[in-house]
């Protein structure tokens, strides 16, 4: 194992440009870049600031006095004022000019300005302690100087409107009748506390990240590198021990993870001293070294990402191919940290057992100083274990017979899996919808957004994904679970689960409130209150319960599922299939409840060979929580006989799943292939 990892350390630092690249140049670049960008905003402001711009002003049709405040108030460092006669200008407001109109305006405006203004105020109003003045502002927008001028005023006339408002009602009123609190803010957080809140919304997302793209090129080389070179088949088949191999290999890449963490972490401290805002500089009066050397507790977390990363580009068999495994890696990497983003989440032992949230968690609080020993060494402990696990699986998978194997044939081990390629584009394609586009259609409309999603979108992604599975890879009979006819027995068995799973479901979620607790504008919601109490109950089992259970079933098990049972293994098939159809929930707060029920529906599929047991149980299930939600149960259901339907559904569920284990294939509706 030494001496692999002597080899690797050296090879790596043969690669001069790559390793300045990754580790010696954010030492100097997040200082560089990210004080040039406050600077280069503060020189742009300034120099607007500094610009000398004329200023056409018409005071005729005002009072005198009160004109000349107003002309004092714009009058300042680089405004000139220039009196003049705008009384052409003066005539409509610029919103209701008719076409006809507007082009005298627009030759007078040209007239008025000439080559010196940039801008005219016009001042119409009379005296009288209870009048008030009119001001506007001519201004064109497509140009800079004139736009930048406009802004100047408003800011100027805006604050003269507010000190004549309270001295109008200060006069008129002695005091303002309607101000019944005087709010006062203090914030008692010391500088360094608030600059170290502001970082620690985006430092483990940013640690990632940063982590991701500069041990990339050590995991690429050890790997993918010398795979595609030739030299790993080499070193697989020598009589050392394959775990010394791997483990050698793991800890180059790992180091090298570690010094461009540190790296990392030094030119976020300098960026910081510079006074950038964004990193808590500034104002905030920055983050001291001590609090920021705290990032240390994320070193096991750097442990797990660099093991991911060996894992990730030890599967590639070429250079190329690791580097596209790259971005989506990232992107998963970066999703469980963004629980630093959830407002009032509190870590605990449970969130520190999850790869990567415990960890982010963990930095959180030490950037905040409230981290706890006993949640921190769980979270050291539980990383350390998946990074072993990964390592572990890395080193199966590196197995001399199989790399050799897998080398002469690589063609047809990829054939194998286009199948599974193409279920997964199709379930991301699924989960891109649900995110981008059916969360913004029911936000419009919470009912006629839901129908549209699932009949509008997911049944015509579900239809195609089948239809060119079908060209693709030909007809397959024994994973056709929608033509496949069912059982009667199977479809009662699958009723009669429901309200076992909803209890369960109900069971899982109070758990989950001292993990995760649901927002109040979920529990809370006036509008959810008063869409399901105004709507027919026949309309929300149509919406709620029967299109979801068809929709979703038909896609995630009748196409997702039965495309990846082509060339996976059952449980991989299920397992892919299930975190897909969490994803597509697109709710954190739902996302294991739903990954659990997306297992059952799967299994159940499987073992009946038939989709239509699913999609009987996913509108028995939706249905029940409907109307128990609703309160719209029969009381007998629900503290009569709901405990014994309740308890019903364990042997409902092993009669379900033995039965047709032991039995033959269910008939299938598909013509077979002869």
Same mark, same amino acid.
């Given at each position: 194992?030494?001496?692999?990892?002597?080899?690797?350390?050296?090879?790596?630092?043969?690669?001069?440009?790559?390793?300045?690249?990754?580790?010696?140049?954010?030492?100097?670049?997040?200082?560089?870049?990210?004080?040039?960008?406050?600077?280069?905003?503060?020189?742009?402001?300034?120099?607007?600031?500094?610009?000398?711009?004329?200023?056409?002003?018409?005071?005729?049709?005002?009072?005198?006095?009160?004109?000349?405040?107003?002309?004092?108030?714009?009058?300042? =460092?680089?405004?000139?004022?220039?009196?003049?006669?705008?009384?052409?200008?003066?005539?409509?407001?610029?919103?209701?000019? =008719?076409?006809?109109?507007?082009?005298?305006?627009?030759?007078?405006?040209?007239?008025?300005?000439?080559?010196?203004?940039?801008?005219?105020?016009?001042?119409?109003?009379?005296?009288?302690?209870?009048?008030?003045?009119?001001?506007?502002?001519?201004?064109?927008?497509?140009?800079?100087?004139?736009?930048?001028?406009?802004?100047?005023?408003?800011?100027?006339?805006?604050?003269?409107?507010?000190?004549?408002?309270?001295?109008?009602?200060?006069?008129?009123?002695?005091?303002?009748?309607?101000?019944?609190?005087?709010?006062?803010?203090?914030?008692?957080?010391?500088?360094?506390?608030?600059?170290?809140?502001?970082?620690?919304?985006?430092?483990?997302?940013?640690?990632?990240?940063?982590?991701?793209?500069?041990?990339?090129?050590?995991?690429?080389?050890?790997?993918?590198?010398?795979?595609?070179?030739?030299?790993?088949?080499?070193?697989?088949?020598?009589?050392?021990?394959?775990?010394?191999?791997?483990?050698?290999?793991?800890?180059?890449?790992?180091?090298?993870?570690?010094?461009?963490?540190?790296?990392?972490?030094?030119?976020?401290?300098?960026?910081?001293?510079?006074?950038?805002?964004?990193?808590?500089?500034?104002?905030?009066?920055?983050?001291? &070294?001590?609090?920021?050397?705290?990032?240390?507790?994320?070193?096991?977390?750097?442990?797990?990402?660099?093991?991911?990363?060996?894992?990730?580009?030890?599967?590639?068999?070429?250079?190329?191919?690791?580097?596209?495994?790259?971005?989506?890696?990232?992107?998963?990497?970066?999703?469980?940290?963004?629980?630093?983003?959830?407002?009032?989440?509190?870590?605990?032992?449970?969130?520190?057992?999850?790869?990567?949230?415990?960890?982010?968690?963990?930095?959180?609080?030490?950037?905040?100083?409230?981290?706890?020993?006993?949640?921190?060494?769980?979270?050291?402990?539980?990383?350390?274990?998946?990074?072993?696990?990964?390592?572990?699986?890395? @080193?199966?998978?590196?197995?001399?017979?199989?790399?050799?194997?897998?080398?002469?044939?690589?063609?047809?081990?990829?054939?194998?899996?286009?199948?599974? %390629?193409?279920?997964? @584009?199709?379930?991301?394609? @699924?989960?891109?919808?649900?995110?981008?586009?059916?969360?913004?259609?029911?936000?419009?409309?919470?009912?006629?957004?839901?129908?549209?999603?699932?009949?509008?979108?997911?049944? =015509?992604?579900?239809?195609?994904?089948?239809?060119?599975?079908?060209?693709?890879?030909?007809?397959?009979?024994?994973?056709?679970?929608?033509?496949?006819?069912?059982?009667?027995?199977?479809?009662?068995?699958?009723?009669?689960?429901?309200?076992?799973?909803?209890?369960?479901?109900?069971?899982?979620?109070?758990?989950?409130?001292?993990?995760?607790?649901?927002?109040?504008?979920?529990?809370?919601?006036?509008?959810?209150?008063?869409?399901?109490?105004?709507?027919?109950?026949?309309?929300?089992?149509?919406?709620?319960?029967?299109?979801?259970?068809?929709?979703?079933?038909?896609?995630?098990?009748?196409?997702?599922?039965?495309?990846?049972? %082509?060339?996976?293994?059952?449980?991989?098939?299920?397992?892919?299939?299930?975190?897909?159809?969490?994803?597509?929930?697109?709710?954190?707060?739902?996302?294991?409840?739903?990954?659990?029920?997306?297992?059952?529906?799967?299994?159940?599929?499987?073992?009946? %060979?038939?989709?239509?047991?699913?999609?009987?149980?996913?509108? @028995?299930?939706?249905?029940?929580?409907?109307?128990?939600?609703?309160?719209?149960?029969?009381?007998?259901?629900?503290?009569?006989?709901?405990?014994?339907?309740?308890?019903?559904?364990?042997?409902?569920?092993?009669? &379900?799943?033995?039965?047709?284990?032991?039995?033959?294939?269910?008939?299938?509706?598909?013509? =077979?292939?002869?």
């Amino acid at each position: 194992m030494g001496t692999v990892f002597r080899v690797e350390v050296l090879q790596l630092l043969r690669d001069r440009r790559a390793l300045f690249a990754a580790v010696l140049l954010p030492v100097v670049l997040y200082p560089l870049m990210l004080s040039g960008s406050d600077l280069l905003q503060k020189s742009a402001v300034s120099s607007l600031d500094k610009r000398e711009l004329t200023v056409l002003v018409d005071a005729s049709e005002a009072p005198p006095e009160r004109a000349m405040r107003l002309i004092d108030a714009i009058q300042g =460092p680089a405004t000139i004022i220039q009196e003049g006669d705008a009384s052409s200008l003066n005539q409509l407001p610029a919103a209701s000019l =008719p076409e006809t109109h507007r082009q005298q305006i627009e030759d007078a405006w040209r007239e008025l300005i000439g080559d010196t203004a940039q801008a005219i105020l016009t001042i119409a109003g009379s005296d009288g302690p209870n009048e008030q003045l009119n001001a506007k502002i001519w201004y064109e927008r497509k140009d800079e100087s004139s736009r930048t001028l406009s802004v100047r005023l408003r800011s100027r006339l805006n604050g003269l409107a507010e000190t004549m408002t309270v001295e109008r009602r200060k006069e008129l009123l002695g005091r303002d009748p309607g101000s019944g609190l005087q709010l006062e803010v203090h914030d008692l957080a010391s500088a360094e506390d608030r600059g170290a809140a502001s970082m620690a919304r985006f430092l483990p997302i940013l640690l990632v990240m940063l982590l991701l793209s500069g041990g990339s090129y050590a995991a690429l080389s050890v790997f993918a590198g010398e795979r595609e070179a030739g030299t790993l088949e080499t070193l697989l088949v020598s009589p050392a021990d394959k775990s010394a191999l791997v483990l050698g290999k793991f800890g180059a890449v790992m180091l090298t993870g570690l010094a461009c963490l540190a790296s990392n972490i030094l030119g976020l401290f300098l960026a910081v001293q510079v006074g950038w805002e964004g990193m808590g500089g500034g104002d905030s009066g920055g983050v001291g &070294l001590s609090r920021l050397s705290s990032a240390l507790v994320f070193i096991p977390a750097c442990i797990l990402v660099c093991a991911l990363l060996c894992l990730a580009c030890g599967r590639a068999r070429s250079f190329r191919e690791g580097q596209h495994m790259l971005l989506p890696l990232m992107l998963a990497l970066a999703v469980p940290n963004m629980v630093v983003l959830a407002p009032g989440l509190e870590h605990n032992f449970l969130l520190a057992l999850v790869p990567l949230t415990g960890a982010a968690l963990s930095l959180r609080d030490a950037l905040l100083g409230e981290l706890t020993l006993g949640v921190t060494l769980v979270m050291i402990l539980s990383h350390l274990g998946w990074s072993a696990l990964a390592v572990r699986q890395l @080193a199966g998978l590196l197995d001399a017979e199989r790399v050799l194997i897998g080398a002469a044939s690589a063609e047809e081990a990829s054939n194998r899996r286009l199948a599974s %390629r193409h279920a997964q @584009a199709y379930a991301f394609g @699924a989960v891109l919808l649900m995110l981008g586009v059916a969360s913004r259609l029911q936000g419009y409309d919470l009912l006629g957004g839901l129908l549209a999603t699932l009949w509008g979108m997911m049944l =015509p992604l579900g239809l195609i994904c089948l239809w060119h599975a079908k060209k693709r890879f030909g007809p397959s009979p024994t994973t056709d679970f929608i033509r496949a006819r069912p059982r009667v027995l199977d479809l009662i068995l699958a009723i009669l689960i429901a309200p076992g799973l909803a209890f369960l479901m109900e069971l899982l979620m109070r758990g989950q409130e001292f993990v995760l607790p649901l927002p109040e504008a979920v529990t809370k919601n006036p509008a959810l209150e008063e869409f399901f109490g105004s709507t027919p109950l026949i309309t929300l089992l149509f919406a709620m319960a029967v299109s979801p259970g068809i929709v979703e079933e038909l896609l995630f098990r009748g196409a997702i599922l039965g495309t990846l049972a %082509r060339d996976n293994r059952p449980l991989r098939a299920v397992l892919i299939s299930s975190l897909f159809f969490a994803a597509a929930h697109a709710s954190l707060h739902r996302l294991m409840p739903t990954f659990l029920i997306g297992l059952l529906l799967g299994t159940i599929t499987l073992r009946s %060979r038939s989709l239509w047991p699913a999609v009987i149980l996913h509108i @028995a299930y939706d249905a029940w929580i409907l109307l128990l939600g609703t309160e719209r149960l029969p009381e007998v259901l629900t503290h009569g006989w709901g405990q014994y339907l309740a308890w019903l559904s364990l042997p409902c569920l092993a009669l &379900l799943l033995r039965f047709r284990a032991a039995g033959k294939p269910a008939q299938s509706m598909a013509a =077979p292939i002869n």
